[in-house]
């Protein structure tokens, strides 16, 4: 599996990727997503080109529907419950969500959509959530503190992760996760993609297109 150009230099895919990676490659389960999509969400934004980051958990355990970028589907899957929530808060936020889950046209204007794992057993959510994945992420939230960007943070798993983000000047959204057991705990009306489009526009930057490819 190719590293991804821009983020070669991160310490995480000399120190612990090899290790990773013969973990990963010597698991007897269906790992998830394919893998020559585990670094999707990298290769897509790379760090010069990226403006915003969302922080998903770890990929869609159902065959088929993770391709590599956090709380995105496969072109045709039918929403998960979590992406489903995202929608109807966008929804509400904007008037409109896009007519699929295929998000990565998000990806194309610079929205890092990234797991804190990259890989998970088909049906075991969470499987690999302590393999070693979060060194990749903390590298990656410190790198992209160099300059402002939005972060949004979704539950706790993803907050836990707010201390990597450095500096100043950044927009940094919590609430409660979009999944089920918690949208309607803070996530529903938190009305992120207005607010990360103020923030956007406010510093002279072009907003997002959340809803239409």
């Known amino acids: 599996m190719t590293v991804p150009l821009g983020w070669r230099h991160l310490p995480f895919f000399v120190q612990k990727w090899p290790d990773l990676s013969r973990a990963i490659s010597g698991d007897p389960r269906t790992i998830l997503p394919p893998e020559n999509q585990r670094f999707a969400a990298l290769q897509a934004c790379p760090p010069d080109r990226t403006r915003v980051v969302i922080l998903g958990q770890d990929p869609y355990p159902t065959p088929g529907h993770a391709h590599g970028l956090a709380f995105s589907v496969a072109p045709g899957v039918a929403l998960p419950r979590s992406l489903a929530n995202i929608y109807r808060e966008m929804t509400d936020d904007l008037g409109v969500c896009p007519p699929d889950g295929d998000l990565r046209f998000w990806a194309d204007q610079g929205?890092?959509?990234?797991?804190?794992?990259?890989?998970?057993?088909?049906?075991?959510?969470?499987?690999?959530?302590?393999?070693?994945w979060a060194q990749?992420?903390?590298?990656?939230?410190?790198?992209?503190?160099?300059?402002p960007r939005a972060f949004v943070l979704w539950g706790g798993h993803a907050q836990g992760f707010a201390p990597c983000i450095r500096g100043d000047g950044h927009l940094?959204?919590?609430?409660?996760?979009?999944?089920?057991?918690?949208?309607r705990k803070g996530f529903f009306g938190s009305r992120p993609f207005s607010r990360v489009n103020d923030w956007l526009k406010a510093k002279g930057d072009t907003p997002m297109n959340w809803t239409d490819r």
């Open 172 to 183: 940094v959204l919590t609430s409660a996760h979009p999944s089920p057991l918690s949208a």
């Open 136 to 147: 990749l992420t903390r590298e990656v939230l410190e790198a992209l503190s160099d300059r």
């Open 111 to 132: 929205v890092l959509l990234l797991n804190t794992a990259l890989t998970v057993p088909a049906g075991e959510a969470g499987g690999h959530a302590k393999l070693g």
